[in-house]
């Protein structure tokens, strides 16, 4: 067994759709979270900066010992997975695969639509994903910019929600879409909302499933699983102390949050 722990980092709360899902398939690990609170958000920004600020999260992690860090960002997982991958001697995990191949297996029609931020949909990193797997499905994206900070003031299912779910997603009830990928971490958080504008046949595709799937594949096959703990901890790490972070996080996952702030820039 190897009991350090899993790492996590995300622009802000939204990597928490990412921890609960780890914490259903793996219930026996150790989890660090981090959420960059004080440089959210991710998407608007450029691929430079991106990389610096992921760099330095998963240097954070490092520091606290962990065996394998996810990254629960979709804009760096499109933006610079492959160079964090070359700079760090430890594994890690997009949500971009793991996410792409679920959709290609929900599509009946083959016709799929993806949202994300404005950095994640620039990228094309999901249709070319998507598109490597079966070449044969159309992909439509759709950048949902709003969405992120709708989630992180916790106005997830309100009227407001609802009118900007309304407004970015008619597009794919004209492209006749049977799939979507919800290519952010924030995104499930607004899960509710979404399905109620869209018909009601469309599939919902949360990568973070997939991706802890993933990140229990990887630690089963180098023999890092940590079964027999019964009561694992986690500990979360914010770069702005904010009560939002621990109040909405805290309700999504059913568990009061204590967060610690730290100074990300000395990583």
């Known amino acids: ?24 398939e793996l219930p026996g690990e150790n989890i660090v979270y981090f959420g960059d609170t004080a440089r959210i958000p991710y998407g608007t920004r450029s691929r430079e900066i ?33 160079i964090l991958s070359d700079s760090f001697n430890l594994p890690l995990v997009s949500v971009i695969q ?22 994640t949909i620039r990228s094309k990193a999901y249709p070319d994903a998507i598109r490597a797997i079966n070449p044969d499905i159309k992909v439509f ?8 900070p709708i989630a992180e003031e916790g106005w997830s299912n309100t009227e407001v929600a609802r009118y900007t779910a309304e407004r970015y997603l008619q597009v794919f ?9 919800l ?12 399905a109620s504008v869209l018909n009601s046949d469309v599939r919902l595709v949360n990568p973070a499933v997939n991706t802890a799937r993933r990140v229990k594949e990887i630690l089963k096959s180098s023999n890092q699983l940590n079964n027999g703990q019964e009561h694992p901890g986690i500990e979360f790490y914010v770069s702005d102390f904010g009560q939002g972070f621990q109040t909405i996080g805290g309700r999504f996952l059913g568990r009061e949050i204590q967060a610690k702030c730290i100074d990300i820039e000395e990583y």
């Open 1 to 24: 067994m190897d009991n350090r722990p899993i790492g996590v980092f995300d622009s802000g709360l939204g990597g928490l759709t990412v921890v609960i899902e780890i914490i259903k």
């Open 50 to 82: 991106v990389t610096r600020y992921s760099s330095q999260s998963i240097r954070f992690l490092l520091s606290k010992n962990v065996k394998i860090a996810v990254i629960a960002c979709n804009t760096v997982s499109a933006c610079c997975f492959e």
């Open 98 to 119: 793991p996410g792409a191949r679920a959709a290609a297996e929900a599509t009946r029609n083959g016709r799929v639509g993806v949202i994300g931020t404005s950095g």
């Open 141 to 148: 994206d759709q950048a949902c910019t709003l969405f992120v």
């Open 173 to 181: 009830k004209q492209q006749k879409v049977d799939t979507l990928v």
């Open 183 to 194: 290519g952010c971490t924030h995104y499930p958080l607004l899960e509710k909302t979404i």
